[in-house]
């Protein structure tokens, strides 16, 4: 009898070794198909010219944020798309209000505090009347949170107006900056914005890093910022 039980159980542990293994490989499976989905609906989104391409230029703008932060994308004679700075900031690259000099900093800052580093702002577009933002929006404020550079190097522009977007702002309030503008803002010009939501890394020239309609895709195109 004791015999019996203790085959009994030795096959139970077996069988249930064997479940759990078949189930994290149909996991890692599902894992890989998902990978995989999304960076093909990201390309689909590219090629209908809906995502900005990488190593693009985006146009030169100006705007202000609730908090009365100014900020412009300015473009030199002869060259498209210089560097993003704040408004009345002298120079190319990408800096806070206040700032001289190249690259992104805070204000009050010297741009020669930054020398080398690299710190690309992260904007995201999100528009009022779409439920694709309203569920990218929890993950958006905790990607955005995990930036090093804190809410200074966060933008969130919103399509609609500021009545209509409350919730939307007060969500991403304490990560981001937020610009409320109409469809055809300055900053939803300059970008091309043509869906919701969308998600850009500017770098400090005013380049395109990366562009996608996820934050799950933003994460892994940045594998250096944390999510």
């Known amino acids: 009898m004791d015999v019996v039980l203790i085959a009994a159980v030795v096959v139970v542990g077996v069988l249930g070794g064997l479940n759990l293994l078949l189930m994290l490989a149909v996991?890692?499976?599902?894992?890989?198909?998902?990978?995989?989905?999304?960076?093909?609906?990201?390309?689909?989104?590219?090629?209908?010219?809906?995502?900005?391409?990488?190593?693009?230029?985006?146009?030169g703008?100006?705007?202000?944020?609730?908090?009365?932060?100014?900020?412009?994308?300015?473009?030199p004679?002869?060259?498209?798309?210089?560097?993003?700075?704040?408004?009345?900031?002298?120079?190319?690259?990408?800096?806070?209000?206040?700032?001289?000099?190249?690259g992104l900093s805070s204000a009050g800052v010297s741009g020669a505090g930054l020398s080398g580093v690299e710190v690309p702002l992260l904007v995201g577009f999100l528009s009022t009347g779409c439920?694709?933002?309203?569920?990218?929006?929890?993950?958006?404020?905790?990607?955005?949170?995990?930036?090093?550079?804190?809410?200074?190097?966060?933008?969130?522009?919103?399509?609609?107006?500021a009545d209509e977007a409350a919730d939307i702002i007060e969500a991403v309030s304490p990560v981001a900056r937020v610009v409320v503008e109409p469809v055809e803002g300055p900053l939803m010009t300059a970008f091309?914005?043509?869906r919701w939501p969308l998600f850009v890394v500017l770098g400090q020239d005013g380049t395109v890093q990366?562009?996608?309609?996820?934050?799950a895709a933003l994460a892994r195109s940045q594998q250096a910022v944390p999510v």
């Open 192 to 194: 091309g914005v043509r």
């Open 27 to 59: 996991l890692r499976r599902l894992r890989e198909y998902d990978e995989k989905w999304a960076r093909a609906g990201a390309d689909n989104l590219a090629e209908r010219g809906l995502l900005p391409v990488k190593g693009t230029r985006v146009a």
């Open 131 to 161: 439920p694709a933002c309203h569920e990218e929006l929890p993950r958006f404020v905790e990607y955005a949170g995990a930036v090093p550079g804190g809410r200074e190097q966060n933008l969130v522009v919103i399509s609609g107006s």
């Open 77 to 102: 004679a002869g060259v498209s798309g210089a560097g993003l700075s704040s408004a009345g900031v002298s120079g190319a690259g990408l800096s806070s209000a206040g700032v001289s000099g190249a």
């Open 210 to 215: 990366a562009g996608t309609g996820g934050v």
């Open 61 to 75: 703008f100006t705007a202000t944020t609730l908090d009365g932060a100014a900020i412009a994308l300015r473009e």
